[in-house]
């Protein structure tokens, strides 16, 4: 699986091995849990995140990766975004460091 990702102007696609989409669900789940106490987005602090802000909050580490040319952690990032996020077309991540305005784009009818 592919997912196709907007920094600043430049088009990434993450290719993602199927075995790892599999296979990383308990960490995933690891993820889920530490996110349940919830986290800082912007200026304000969320206590119940929904499924999008936890994927804002991962594309912000999917940026790093990409930054630091961590192939591994950016294929791990995006298994998360596409699994919690089922109809993903396009992340656009915010490169200021504000998650809150990283868009997740959806494909439409899905």
Known sequence: MIL???VD???VKIQIPDEMLSQSQAF???MDKDMDAGRRLGPTYVENLDA???AQIVADRLLTAIETENQGL???MA???VTRIKNVQLVNIDINGDP???EIILNQGT
């Open 4 to 6: 196709d990702v907007m």
């Open 9 to 11: 102007t430049q088009e």
């Open 28 to 30: 995933f789940d690891k």
């Open 52 to 54: 999008i802000q936890r």
């Open 74 to 76: 950016a294929q791990l």
């Open 79 to 81: 298994a998360y975004i």
């Open 100 to 102: 809150l305005n990283t």
